[in-house]
Nanobody, 119 residues
Framework: VQLVESGGGLVQPGGSLRLSCATS????????LSWYCQAPGKEREWVARITSASGSTKYADSVKGRFTISRDNAKNTVYLQMNSLNPADTAVYYC?????????????WGQGTQVTVSS
C-alpha cells in the first residue's frame, strides 16, 4: 500500500495550492478518503473527507468555503484544492484512506506534504 502526497510548498497569504495524493495497493474506490493537517507543536487534526459510496464531502469549520476535496477513482487519486490560504493553514498535510469491512478497519496514511503560507 502506498499513499504519496504532492503539491505542497510555499505560498503567499491569499494564494492557492492543490494537493494530490496518489495511491496504490488497495481498493481505492471502496475507501473513504480524508485530509488531515498537523501544525508545529499541535496534534494532527482532520480537515476534509469524501466518502466512497456517494462521494459526499464534509469539512472542518476552519476550511469550509475555502478548501475542496475531490477524488478520481480512475486514477486512484484524491485532491485537496486550497484557496484563500492564510498563515494558520501552515502545516504538514496528510492523506488518509479508511474503510471498515466486516468489522475490520483498514487505515492507511501518506508521508505528508508541507504547506507553508507566508509573505
Amino acid at each position: 500500500v502506498q499513499l504519496v502526497e504532492s503539491g505542497g510548498g510555499l505560498v503567499q497569504p491569499g494564494g492557492s495550492l492543490r494537493l494530490s495524493c496518489a495511491t496504490s495497493g488497495f481498493a481505492f474506490s471502496t475507501y473513504d478518503l480524508s485530509w488531515y493537517c498537523q501544525a508545529p507543536g499541535k496534534e494532527r487534526e482532520w480537515v476534509a473527507r469524501i466518502t466512497s459510496a456517494s462521494g459526499s464531502t464534509k469539512y472542518a469549520d476552519s476550511v469550509k468555503g475555502r478548501f475542496t476535496i475531490s477524488r478520481d477513482n480512475a486514477k486512484n487519486t484524491v485532491y485537496l484544492q486550497m484557496n484563500s490560504l492564510n498563515p494558520a493553514d501552515t502545516a504538514v498535510y496528510y492523506c488518509n484512506a479508511a474503510r471498515t469491512f466486516w468489522g475490520n478497519r483498514n487505515d492507511y496514511w501518506g508521508q505528508g506534504t508541507q504547506v507553508t503560507v507566508s509573505s
